[in-house]
């Protein structure tokens, strides 16, 4: 069965690109690792909440947008095999090396967790 890592982050507006471009390196190494999809997604229409929203959730300020993003595995075993390789990835994959290839936004305002699909549904 599908596993899913799923991501809730606040990027500065101004490092769109910055977050483009490392994220499309990253998210090489998680197809090469297993994955079968990844998907970072920019904000478009994110609604402020009176309660909680996606903004709240990461302290995002009027200078960040939301990104939404997720990592579709194959199964939990292969997402924590390859979980299981990213430290060593981070001193030997330039891809990786937060000093190469920086975060472009504030990593400790990061929400994410792993999933088990529950609903699986597509357009036939």
């Not at 998907?39 to 960040?64: I, N, R």
Request: with cysteine; hydrophobic share 45%; net charge negative.
């Amino acid at each position: 069965m599908a596993y899913i890592d799923g991501f809730v982050l606040a990027v500065p507006k101004a490092n769109k690109q910055k977050f483009i471009d490392h994220a499309r390196m990253a998210d090489e190494v998680f197809l090469e690792m297993g994955a079968t999809r990844v998907l970072e997604c920019w904000a478009s229409d994110v609604p402020h909440g009176t309660v909680t929203d996606f903004y709240g959730a990461v302290k995002a300020s009027e200078d960040e947008d939301v990104v939404f993003s997720w990592i579709e595995w194959p199964d939990q075993a292969t997402r924590n095999a390859a979980h299981g390789k990213m430290e060593a990835l981070m001193k030997t994959d330039p891809r990786m090396n937060p000093e190469i290839n920086p975060m472009p936004f504030d990593g400790k305002r990061m929400i994410y967790g792993g999933f088990v699909p529950v609903v699986d549904l597509s357009a036939k």
